[in-house]
């Protein structure tokens, strides 16, 4: 059963940075391209980033380019999300999941119904 466990979130002021980490099991991690959503307060899903398998491919969605950079380590089943220069809009609950490609359509796998509990950003102005 795939188990992913978001960490790393919590409260930061305007402008700072915090790195988010998503552990895996259960998933052949190293053979699947992975992603970061996010849902804010009554708002829906957003895709927020991918990575391919060997991260030769990265996307970020606009509204957080320039400021989030994703990556993974594969030896650790872990895909990072580092988050800077933090807006009040960026408040939310983050979430990972294996995503199918190409990457930038920003779908998770068909199959994948495990998402974790997430964690949670808050950006205080």
């Known amino acids: 059963q795939v188990q992913l466990v978001e960490s790393g979130g919590g409260l930061v002021q305007a402008g700072g940075s915090l790195k988010l980490s998503c552990a895996a099991s259960g998933l052949h991690f190293s053979t699947n391209a992975m992603g970061w959503y996010r849902q804010g307060s009554g708002k829906e899903r957003e895709f927020v980033a991918g990575i391919s398998s060997r991260s030769h491919i990265r996307y970020v969605a606009d509204s957080v380019k320039g400021r989030f950079t994703i990556s993974r380590d594969n030896a650790k089943n872990t895909v990072f999300l580092q988050m800077n220069d933090l807006k009040r809009d960026d408040t939310a609950i983050y979430y990972c999941?294996?995503?199918?490609?190409?990457?930038?359509?920003?779908?998770?796998?068909?199959?994948?119904?495990?998402w974790g509990q997430g964690t949670q950003v808050t950006v205080s102005s």
């Open positions: 999941a294996p995503v199918e490609t190409p990457i930038s359509n920003g779908r998770p796998l068909r199959w994948f119904t495990s």
